[in-house]
């Protein structure tokens, strides 16, 4: 069992950057993968960014790639997302989810994650 808290959020305007946190409980944090999700108003849920539970395996979507960085502090039970030249278009609710399966079997796939945190807003500003 893993229990996921997102803070960080926040507003800014286009071009600044945000660092987002979530912090997990459970001693077996190190052995989940662990992503962040995001969801636009209006619109579905869509994959932002994955850390495998060892390794330094990352994946990325596209429209954040080169932009944001995931990576993870096991002795923290943390997992951050560092969002650089933040554009409109990445206003959200972020969320970071966490998995067990194996990391690339439906790594964008939000039904694949088991635990979610409760989101936290980022509004970017034109």
């Known amino acids: 069992q893993v229990q996921l808290v997102e803070s960080g959020g926040g507003l800014v305007q286009a071009g600044g950057s945000l660092r987002l946190s979530c912090a997990a409980s459970?001693?077996?944090?190190?052995?989940?993968?662990l992503a962040w999700f995001r969801q636009a108003p209006g619109k579905g849920s869509d994959f932002v960014a994955a850390h495998a539970s060892g390794g330094g395996i990352t994946y990325y979507s596209d429209s954040v790639k080169g932009r944001f960085t995931i990576s993870r502090d096991n002795a923290k039970n943390t997992v951050y997302l560092q969002m650089n030249s933040l554009k409109p278009e990445d206003t959200a609710v972020y969320c970071c989810?966490?998995?067990?399966?194996?990391?690339?079997?439906?790594?964008?796939?939000?039904?694949?994650?088991?635990?979610w945190g409760q989101g936290t807003q980022v509004t970017v500003s034109s």
């Open positions: 989810a966490a998995k067990d399966t194996a990391f690339y079997s439906g790594v964008t796939d939000r039904g694949r994650y088991a635990y």
């Open positions: 459970g001693r077996t944090f190190s052995t989940y993968h």
